[in-house]
């Protein structure tokens, strides 16, 4: 089992359509604390701006740069996303989302504490209506967000009830395994 110290991460971002935040969205990601990490973006056939945008940041080396010609859907591409990844432990993240800088640190500080977990859920904030921001404006707001970790009996008993996954979809983390 990997230590933290050694623990791989890959975000995985599926895009479809998400021109009016995705990026800051990216940006948010790429400002991690962490710098180590592999960043999966798979546009999801987009017929806005969506590529252009992608494009643009996709001459850092962190980036895996899909393109869908034809739509699949949000769990057939998240899906190749996790197929792709290289990692230990895979982030979930959407084209609406800020990412707080220390969030992959903390995902990684997590796991090095309950490595027996492989679900890990956190806090993110959706970008909605006027509130496009910089991952920089926020970033005094997500410091403080707690890590919570939930034990698999108490994910699937979540999902029996409520029929989702708790929170987001920005929220989940878990172990490639």
């Not at 209506?129 to 009996?153: F, R």
Request: glycine share 6%.
């Amino acid at each position: 089992m990997p230590t933290p110290k050694n623990i791989a991460v890959t975000v995985v971002l599926p895009v479809y359509n998400g021109e009016e935040f995705l990026a800051d969205s990216i940006q948010s990601v790429l400002n991690q604390n962490l710098q180590g990490f592999e960043f999966i973006i798979i546009d999801d056939a987009s017929n806005d701006s969506s590529p252009k945008i992608i494009e643009s940041f996709a001459i850092d080396k962190r980036i895996r740069h899909i393109v869908h010609t034809t739509n699949k859907g949000l769990f057939e591409t998240l899906n190749e996303g996790v197929e792709l990844s290289n990692s230990d432990l895979i982030k979930i993240w959407a084209q609406d989302d800020i990412m707080g800088y220390t969030c992959l640190d903390r995902l990684i500080e997590a796991y090095g504490k309950h490595p027996e977990c492989s679900f890990y859920v956190q806090s993110s904030l959706t970008i909605g209506g006027s509130q496009k921001m910089s991952a920089l404006t926020m970033e005094t707001d997500l410091k403080d967000h707690q890590t919570e970790i939930w034990q698999n009996n108490k994910i699937l008993r979540h999902f029996w009830y409520c029929g989702n996954v708790h929170r987001n979809i920005s929220n989940l983390s878990f172990t490639k395994e």
